[in-house]
Each structure stands twice: as structure tokens, then as C-alpha cells.
């Protein structure tokens, strides 16, 4: 079975996102960028499929400019097989993404799809469900465990209130929840490995998709720093503020 | 577990300048030559530059010489200086402007460029990639290999996945071997494996007392009015007082951005100087403030230089390779400029173990070729020339000292028939906290000033939380039973991180390793009165991650 990876080149989850000065965007000048750590968790899933024999392919896609490729490196370091990058200049809305990856899994069949539930950039949460809806595969979102049975896979989600499995039949999407599992680190011979392992490159124009958008960014403004605190010298004290500072009692 | 091995003809250790340069310069010859070379270089951050962090204006002299072309190709050096000015700072209001002819001549900057030396370093890192070499970063060098004949045989990295307990976690992964003909420590201002090696083959025997210095710098986004691209401004004076001396920088660079910092020199006495508040209240002083109020801050940093200079330099090379750059000490104190020498440092390297890998060497041998080649550059005239630089003003203080460095270096061109010395050790200079009196620093203001954690927190530093910690104390009885009564435990006050607290429970008093917080400076290794804390390397990818520092 081949399984299709997701991964995106995101802001690196230890960076202090700033934003810039006239508001029109995230400053991304001189900032250190990361494969995002939910498709992180989906490429390990994927690899540890293929180390127990179920797949015996996994292959990653990106989407973005050539900076990406750094990221489907990674990937391979960990132990993916081959890349696909689709070139963009700008980074696509989610359904610009679901529909250049439907294009992919038309060309690819892969058995499994593994992406991250979400990118830590945007937080949006919707490209799994909208590439779900596309290709009309069956969806296990926000997963923690992953089984494959047969033709099926079962897909523990996380859910409000504790844990729901789904049983799908194959070729099916699945989207990464933080337990799923623990990545592993990529080791030094599979770093220089990574690099001679192959990468094709296409345009959305190869894939026939034209990317729209459908949204505008108007502002981004950073969130309302928070005052310093105080020390109350007795609980009367407190309440009295509660009370008529706060106004929340 | 026996740890895998790979072979390399060269290893380097720490991508910074130096190594980089040297990274470059073996490449270039094997290419020209159409010999195989296997070039090999490992960095303890989680990508180039996340590590490095500098002024910096620099010389090009050595990127001349590396990269002829490297306008065309690109390379970030966009601010050439355009003004230098030098102040004394009296008192937190009062200040004199030096006049340019006062100057020592090694101080002026024209022709010179201000830079982001991390982002020096991305780049020379994708030139080192292109020209073939292997380079990884999030791998730290943890130990040095031996040959059985007491030769360097290379170096393996860290193992990953060990827990604070020192059990393997799920996620373990041994560390590699990485053998080679030659390694190359280019880790910067006391590498731990550096300063291993320095000890373990007595390089530093014919030298004098090698000195620090640790510098803390801020990334500031200034108001456009405010800004003036090309500007550099140094100087020295308030609030440093007491025996402690430094020398702090303001430079304009692109993008209405300036970086602002100040180095303290870590032979101060006083044991109750706090280089952090020093530098945090400097900022308050008008020749600064000028600049940087209505600002805001992007980013802070601090590391260690090493700054003993041409009197200080241990021998460069061992058997089985070679100490280059801030590893050994090759800044220029006089110009207070260590990267166009520590890249140089790092090409002579590069130069000598190609030749000899070309007459059929092996490796394992302590290359004569690097001393004399480096003996005969303007490296070594450089070094020179600049020798009593340093220990002048430790000797005569700023003004004397001044005084004849002005002399030594604008009337004999560093060639005054008088060699200087200061051979105390940094960390033997501290008296006792019942001889000094307790400094009281400013409150930070939350404008131009402020707290360590907030500070920290800018640097971007993430350490994998549980690891076993990497800051290693010889006898952990001796902060608090030594260090605390004698020196009121400088730690507290040395580290610019906050990573060592003196906790008080009730009556118990422990002493706190915040490892975490580490920024890498080495402070601690180089300052400790007892010499007690040891760093080593912790998990690879751990550290800072500073942007353009």
C-alpha cells in the first residue's frame, strides 16, 4: 500500500511570532521556519506503517515555494521514500491546497492519506475535511491511533468529551492529533541519504488546478499585552477589587 | 551499544564563521583540482546562525580573499559604515564625544560593514553546501575520539532521547562517530571540546592567561526618524564602575533596525556585578536612548568572547588537527573584530590539511604546514600588532591604557618594542563579597529596560525538557557551601539567562540549575571563582534560535 504524507514549511513552533509594523501580515524576515509538528507526527505514522509492513511507500507532498524542499528533506530523513513539491509563490487558501492535493492522489492512488490535523501558521482545520469532501474519501480526523485491518483502517479520534473510533474503508483520509505518536529524530546517515533521495517538482498548471482566493487578509494585530499583576494585602482586599475593579463578582 | 561510524576526510566542529570558511576553502581546492574530499560539519543549533550571535561590524579582508566575488554572489552585507562616533560615558547623563584623532587607528571602521553575522553565516553555509560539503545542523559534538597513538581520530555527537535520569527514552538515538584525517574545533569562544583539547595536549603552555569578555546584545526595531543607516557608535564608562570595565556598541543597520550591546570584560572583581543590569541600565543613558526610545525589541542574545588575543593564543594545532578562531582566540581586541580572523584562521586551516592530504597524509599528524602558513599571513602580523592592546588597559586603565594604545598603535603601528602581559585568569580576579559592596541597579522600565526572563524569552531558547542537565557541577556542594558565603554566589548575577538561582526555603537554601534557559554564552564555565561548572553540550537542536543576531 502506498501512503500519501502532508507536510507544510511553517514559523518554528520555539519562535516568538512578531507581528509587522504596519499590519498587513506575521513578520516572517529572518525568522527560523519548521516542518509543522502535526505533519511531523503524520510522517512518523506513515514511516512506522511502512517499518511494520503495511505500507510500502510513503511519499510527501508540499506546497509552496523552494524553501519547502526543506522541509520534504526532512521528511525523507525521517524516513519518507520520495517527494512531490508543487511550486507556489504565495502560500494557498486551504481549498486552493485540497484541490492541487486531490489532483496528486488522482495521479498517486495512494491507499492512506496522513496529514496534520492542522498548520500551527494559520490554525485553520480544514484542508483534511475539504480533501475529504473532494475526493469523496471517508475521514478520520484529529486521530490518536491509527489501525490498519484489512481493507479498513480504524482511526481513534480525540473528541470532545473522550475518545470516538471510526472504522473507514481504504483509500481513506486521516488527519494527526498531538498523541498520536512521538516522532522520532532523523539520524545522521538518513539526513545525508535524504538528500539523494528523489524530487520531482510540478506547477498547479502541470496538476490543471488554477489557484483562487477566495479570502482577503485585512490586518493582523498582535493580542492585547497583558497588564502586570498586583499583590492584594488581604482577602477583603481582593474582593473589593473583584468586585468593583473587575466588576466580575 | 556500539555507536555507528562514519568516515570523512575533514570534520568540523561548530558552524560558525571559521568553520564555515574553512568549509569553503577545502572544497574550493578540491574542485579545483578534481579530487575527491569528503568535508563533514556538524552544529549544535538547530539550523545555521541559530547560535551566533555578534556585533557586528566586520573587516571583509578575509571574504575578500575567500569569495572575491561575493557582492555578485549575493552574500548579506548591506550597510557599509558611513560614521563612527566614540563616547566616555561620565555619568547616566554626561558624556564626551572622542574626537576621531584621539583615536586609535585599529577603531576606525570606513570600508568596514555592518552585519548580521548569523545571517553571514546562512549564507556561507548554502556556498559550503554548493561547493559539496555535508553540513548538520541539530547534531552536537559531545566528545572527542582518540587514535590509540593519542592522535585525534574525530569526534561523535551527542546521543538523543537520554532522560533527566539518564534512562533512554522511547525516542533514543546513539550518538555517530565521525571519524576523520583531520578535525577542525571551530566552536567559538570556550568550545567544551576545544577546551579539552587545548588541556588534554597543553597548547596553551607557552601562553599567557587567556581573557573574556561576554556580550550582551538586543535587536531593536527604531523609529524611522531615529534611524541612520551606516552609523556605528562605541564607547566605554558609566554604568560600568567598581573594577568592572567593557565597552558597549550601537550600530544602524537595514530595515530601520539597530542592534545595541554592551561586553563587560570578565575580569571584574567586584563579585556583585551583574552584566545584565549593567548593559540594561546603559541603555538608559541619553547617547543611547536617543536612539532607541519609541522603539521596540526584537530579539536578545549574549555570548562570550575570547578576546586574550596574540599574548593568550595557545598553540593551534595537535596531533590529528586543528583549534581555529574564538575556539583558540584570534580576535583582534585592538579593532574588536574577531570574524575576518577567525575566517581567516579557519581558510589557513583549510589550506593546510588540503596540502597535506594531497601528499598522501593519513592524518593523524599536528600539521607544521597551518603554524607556518599562519605565522606568515597578516593574520599573524594582525595579532601582532594588536598584542598590548588588551593588557594595556587592564594594566593602566582606560585612560592610560588608552593613552598608549593610541601610541602603540597610531605611531608604531603595533610595533612598540614592548610586549605587555597579563597573566591572572579572569575568574581569579574576584574578591571576596564581604570587600565589595552590593550594586544597585535600576529597575527595569518595560520601555528601554528590562527583566532577565522576559529578555530570555526573546532569545527564542528551547532545550527538550527532559534531558539529563547540561551543565555539570565537579562538586555540588561548593555553590552553596563556598561559593555562596565567599561571593555571595556570582552565578545569580554572571549568567545573563537566570539559569542559576539560589532558592531560599524556609531555612534551606538550594541552589537551582534552570538548564533550559542556557543561551550557550559560556559565562559560567569561564567565571566560576572555583571553576566548578562545566558545560557540555546539551541535546542537539538545543539552545537559542536567534533570528539576524
Known amino acids: 500500500m502506498k501512503v500519501l504524507v502532508t507536510v507544510k514549511r511553517v514559523i518554528d513552533y520555539n519562535v516568538k511570532v512578531r507581528v509587522k509594523s504596519d499590519n498587513t501580515d506575521v513578520d516572517l524576515a529572518n525568522v527560523k521556519m519548521a516542518l509543522n509538528p502535526f505533519c511531523e507526527i503524520a510522517v512518523e505514522e506513515a514511516v512506522r506503517l511502512k517499518e511494520a509492513g503495511t505500507a510500502d511507500e510513503v511519499v510527501v507532498v508540499s506546497i509552496g515555494p523552494k524553501a519547502c524542499q526543506e522541509q520534504i528533506r526532512t521528511a525523507l530523513a525521517l524516513g519518507a521514500d520520495r517527494g512531490i513539491q508543487i511550486e507556489t509563490e504565495e502560500a494557498p487558501e486551504s481549498l486552493g491546497v485540497a484541490k492541487l492535493l486531490a489532483k496528486v492522489i488522482e495521479e498517486e492512488q495512494p491507499g492512506l492519506v496522513i496529514m496534520g490535523k492542522q498548520a500551527i501558521d494559520s490554525d485553520n482545520n480544514q484542508t483534511g475535511q475539504m480533501l475529504a469532501a473532494l475526493t469523496d474519501m471517508p475521514q478520520g480526523t484529529f486521530a490518536s491511533e491509527v489501525k490498519i485491518d484489512g481493507d479498513n483502517v480504524n482511526v481513534t479520534r480525540e473528541v470532545d468529551g473522550g475518545l470516538q473510533t471510526v472504522a473507514l474503508n481504504m483509500p481513506a483520509i486521516v488527519t494527526t492529533d498531538l498523541r498520536l505518536n512521538e516522532p522520532r529524530y532523523a539520524s545522521l546517515p538518513n539526513i545525508m541519504k535524504a538528500k539523494r533521495k528523489p524530487l520531482d517538482v510540478k506547477s498547479p498548471a502541470d496538476l490543471g488546478v488554477e489557484l483562487k482566493a477566495h479570502t482577503k487578509l485585512l490586518k493582523v494585530t498582535p493580542p492585547a499585552e497583558r497588564q502586570a499583576g498586583i499583590k492584594v494585602a488581604s482577602v477583603d482586599e481582593l474582593v473589593e477589587k473583584l468586585k468593583n475593579e473587575a466588576k466580575v463578582i | ?549
Not at chain 2, 561548593?478 to 561571593?487: D, E
Open chain 2, 1 to 549: 551499544m556500539v555507536r555507528e561510524s562514519m568516515e570523512f576526510d575533514v570534520v568540523i566542529v561548530g558552524a560558525g564563521p571559521s568553520g564555515l570558511s574553512a568549509a569553503c576553502r577545502l572544497m574550493q581546492q578540491a574542485n579545483e583540482t578534481e579530487q575527491e574530499l569528503t568535508v563533514c560539519v556538524v552544529e549544535k543549533g538547530s539550523e545555521i546562525g541559530a547560535h551566533i550571535l555578534s556585533g557586528a561590524v566586520i573587516e571583509t579582508r578575509a571574504l575578500d580573499e575567500l569569495f572575491p566575488d561575493w557582492k555578485g554572489m549575493g552574500a548579506p552585507l548591506n550597510t557599509p559604515v558611513t560614521e563612527d562616533q566614540i563616547f566616555m560615558l561620565r555619568n547616566e547623563e554626561a558624556s564626551i564625544k572622542v574626537s576621531n584623532i584621539l583615536v586609535p587607528k585599529t577603531m576606525h571602521n570606513h570600508g568596514n560593514y555592518i552585519v548580521s553575522l548569523g545571517n553571514l553565516c546562512r549564507w556561507l553555509g548554502e556556498q559550503a553546501e554548493q561547493l559539496g560539503v555535508e553540513i548538520f545542523p541539530g547534531f552536537a559534538a559531545a566528545e572527542v575520539l582518540y587514535n590509540d597513538d593519542g592522535s585525534v581520530k574525530g569526534i561523535a555527537t551527542g546521543d538523543m532521547g537520554i532522560s533527566e535520569a539518564g534512562e533512554q527514552k522511547d525516542s533514543y538515538i546513539p550518538g555517530m562517530e565521525l571519524h576523520a584525517k583531520y578535525t577542525i574545533l571551530s566552536e567559538g569562544c570556550r568550545g567544551h571540546l576545544g577546551k579539552e583539547l587545548i588541556e588534554n595536549f597543553d597548547l596553551a603552555a607557552e601562553a599567557d592567561a587567556q581573557h573574556y569578555g561576554v556580550g550582551i546584545k538586543e535587536l531593536w526595531d527604531i523609529a524611522p526618524e531615529n534611524h541612520k543607516p551606516g552609523l556605528v557608535l562605541h564607547g566605554s564608562g558609566w554604568p560600568l564602575s567598581d573594577g568592572a570595565s567593557g565597552g558597549f556598541f550601537l550600530y544602524h543597520t537595514d530595515d530601520n533596525q539597530v542592534v545595541v550591546g554592551l561586553i563587560v570584560d570578565l575580569n571584574y572583581s567586584n563579585p556583585y556585578t551583574s552584566p545584565f543590569d549593567e548593559f540594561q541600565s546603559m541603555k538608559h543613558h541619553p547617547v543611547l536612548k536617543q536612539y532607541l526610545e519609541g522603539g521596540k525589541r526584537v530579539s536578545y542574545g549574549a555570548r562570550a568572547i575570547t578576546k586574550g588575543g596574540f599574548n593568550s593564543l595557545p598553540r593551534m594545532t595537535f596531533p590529528g588537527g586543528i583549534v581555529t578562531g574564538c575556539n583558540a582566540g584570534t580576535l583582534n581586541f585592538s579593532k574588536i573584530k574577531g570574524t575576518h580572523t577567525a575566517m581567516k584562521s579557519g581558510t589557513l586551516a583549510a589550506e593546510a590539511i588540503f596540502e597535506a592530504l594531497q601528499n598522501g597524509c593519513e592524518g593523524g599528524q599536528e600539521l607544521q604546514s597551518f603554524t607556518d602558513k599562519f605565522e606568515s599571513s597578516w593574520l599573524y602580523d594582525e595579532l601582532f600588532r594588536s598584542r598590548n592592546f588588551g593588557p594595556a588597559l587592564h594594566k593602566f586603565g582606560p585612560i592610560l591604557g588608552g593613552g598608549f594604545n593610541f601610541i602603540d598603535q597610531n605611531l608604531f603601528c603595533g610595533k612598540i618594542p614592548v610586549t605587555l602581559h597579563d597573566d591572572k585568569e579572569d575568574y581569579e580576579q574576584m574578591l571576596p563579597a564581604s570587600e565589595c559592596k552590593p550594586i544597585d541597579y535600576l529597575k527595569p522600565d518595560g520601555e528601554l529596560s528590562f527583566d532577565k526572563l522576559s529578555s530570555v524569552f526573546l532569545s527564542n531558547t528551547n532545550h527538550e525538557e527532559d534531558q539529563p542537565i547540561h551543565l555539570k557541577l565537579k562538586d555540588e556542594t561548593i555553590p552553596l557551601n563556598r561559593n555562596l558565603p565567599q561571593y555571595a554566589e556570582p552565578a545569580q548575577r554572571y549568567c545573563p539567562a537566570g539559569v542559576y538561582e539560589v532558592i531560599e526555603e524556609g531555612q534551606e537554601k538550594r541552589f537551582q540549575i534552570n538548564s533550559q534557559n542556557c543561551l550557550h554564552c559560556k559565562t559560567c564555565d569561564i567565571k566560576d571563582p572555583a571553576q566548578n561548572i562545566r558545560w557540555v553540550v546539551p541535546e542537539g537542536m538545543g539552545g537559542p534560535n536567534y533570528p539576524n543576531m
